[in-house]
């Protein structure tokens, strides 16, 4: 505090950004496209790009989804029907078995499986290959991989804390931080990242405050349990809260035991239609099916409203009779809680404002991407003259260097090898979706690993190359893996824009990318050629990386 607050800020605001840039790269990347992550599943399962909607009436549709589910799934403890939407027009049916009798002792998680059936028939899309697509990367960015969820989100939320300190403390030591939105000075090395980094800060700014306090929000009940600990303990624990104030996990009951037919699912739906006045459907829950003890349970697709409450009503599953609406009248903390959830998750915005807030999400992409890379110059330069000398690094430089490396050019690698594995594995193979997965992680482990080895300026320019490459060259597998390809798109009318949409995105980033890797070849031809012949041996590296 010697140093004045605002001085005291700039260490917090460095430190509070740096300890946790790498992980919150990733949510970034991972939620920035979940904004489009129902045509990231579309693009990622192109046996569906040239079928035609059907045009069947919901009520037969959902016949033959139970149709369906009985035939596949008879004893299961609850079955799920995902109704199409505007947005996939695809109809799923899925179901959560028990866990097998003859399974290994103490092994007691039910196992859930889903599938695409055609709504006309019934009939599985057996031609659909096994993917998990855009619903990977949304998980991802705030569930992680190879851990269990609760530990994940506790990571995500305490990474998301540190954000929203590195925001408010970036804004209290920048006082010119409007001003310096507006400069930029190209080649000036710790001035340009630091411009850089203020320009993209101030860009989203408003967005970048909404966007981790609102994922903080998503979380609440997980943070701070405590109030519901308190008013529910006699009440049957969070359990109880959560199926009074979700619709989805209203109408768990426990079985009878007694076998018993299920209700007609379409004069339900369309009397729940009707309580919505015309409103389409979004999921249908059974609970217990067969059972005398059936629920079943109806959810409102979401509207073009802000808050993300979604309206459910509870039937009983053996007579039809309507038992509770909940979340037609949501109280004041219910409807707070449901916009500020709402912001964040962005489906109430069209196409447009989704590309917006995609944009945006780039913007924080650069924003902690940069502020990585100024961290290491600044250090960088405070060890010009033993560099120059021959010493090496600090072992915190190289670390620092080798993380920015693996996460800023080895995600791009990552994310296209999620998609080129989508189209080249065999479509028959056993666990395909988890194995696209693993491709992504393998190709970001071997771009941390090679960063680890050789942390220099080489491995920028080899991994941000690979990355552009893959990227754009992803189109080009489009053509040759499904018939609606970008130019079919474009110019003949005849396949979907959401196809096109994810082209273009793609081509455009590889081509940024391209470019960066251009700029720093031609830096470092310039470099070559200013240096002393006697000098470049000593001072390559430092002048490089700079």
């Known amino acids: 505090m010697r140093e004045g607050f605002r001085q005291s800020m700039a260490w917090l605001h460095t430190w509070s950004g740096l300890l946790v840039c790498w992980v919150l790269l990733l949510v970034f990347s991972a939620g920035t496209a979940s904004y489009f992550k129902d045509e990231i599943t579309f693009w990622m399962t192109p046996e569906l790009h040239a079928a035609a909607r059907p045009d069947v009436a919901p009520a037969v549709a959902l016949q033959h989804a139970v149709e369906r589910l009985q035939q596949q799934a008879p004893q299961a403890e609850r079955w799920f029907i995902t109704m199409p939407s505007e947005r996939g027009s695809a109809m799923r049916v899925g179901w959560v078995s028990p866990p097998p009798k003859d399974g290994p002792k103490g092994n007691t998680r039910s196992r859930f ?194 808050s993300y409450l979604q309206p459910g009503m509870v039937f009983n599953g053996t007579t039809g009779a309507m038992t509770s609406a909940v979340g037609d009248e949501p109280s004041g903390t219910a409807v707070t809680r449901g916009a500020l959830y709402g912001l964040h998750m962005g489906h109430f915005a069209d196409p447009w404002l989704r590309v917006l807030f995609f944009l945006c999400g780039l913007s924080g992409c650069v924003m902690v991407a940069s502020g990585a890379l100024l961290w290491a110059v600044k250090t960088r330069q405070k060890q010009a003259k033993a560099l120059a000398a021959g010493a090496r690094p600090s072992f915190g430089l190289r670390l620092v260097d080798a993380l920015n490396i693996g996460a800023i050019a080895g995600l791009p690698i990552a994310f296209a090898a999620y998609f080129w594995a989508n189209r080249l594995l065999p479509l028959e193979a056993p666990q395909r979706s988890q194995m696209e997965i693993t491709c992504f992680f393998a190709a970001w482990g071997i771009a941390a690993v090679l960063a680890q080895v050789r942390p220099s300026m080489g491995m920028w320019r080899f991994q941000l190359s690979v990355g552009a490459a893959m990227l754009i060259g992803i189109p080009v597998l489009n053509v040759f893996t499904t018939h609606s390809h970008l130019g079919v798109t474009l110019f003949m009318a005849r396949g979907p824009w959401s196809v096109a949409g994810f082209d273009i995105t793609v081509l455009l980033l590889g081509v940024a990318l391209a470019l960066v890797v251009r700029v720093l070849h031609r830096r470092a031809k310039k470099q070559a050629k200013a240096a002393p012949a006697g000098a470049r041996a000593d001072a390559g590296k430092l002048k490089e990386a700079a």
């Open 113 to 306: 499986k889903s599938e695409s059936i055609d709504p006309a028939t019934g009939e599985k899309l057996a031609a659909v290959r096994e993917t998990r697509g855009g619903e990977f990367l949304y998980r991802l960015h705030f569930d992680l991989h190879y851990m269990p969820a609760i530990w994940a989100r506790w990571i995500v939320s305490i990474c998301a804390m540190f954000m929203l300190v590195a925001i408010v403390s970036g804004v209290i030591t920048h006082k010119r931080i409007f001003k310096d939105f507006f400069t930029f000075r190209p080649g000036k090395g710790q001035r340009s990242w630091l411009d850089a980094h203020n320009a993209a800060a101030v860009l989203a700014l408003p967005y970048h405050l909404m966007i981790t306090y609102t994922g903080l929000i998503t979380l609440m009940f997980m943070l701070m349990p405590w109030g519901v600990q308190a008013n529910y303990q006699d009440k049957g624990g969070e359990s109880a809260f959560f199926e009074e104030v979700f619709p989805v996990g209203a109408g768990r009951v426990k079985p009878a035991g007694v076998a018993a037919p299920l209700a007609p699912l379409g004069p339900i739906a369309e009397q729940a239609q009707r309580h919505w006045n015309g409103a389409p459907l979004a999921t249908i829950v059974v609970n217990n099916p067969g059972d005398a003890n059936a629920t079943i349970v109806i959810t409102r697709q979401k509207t073009r409203t802000l």
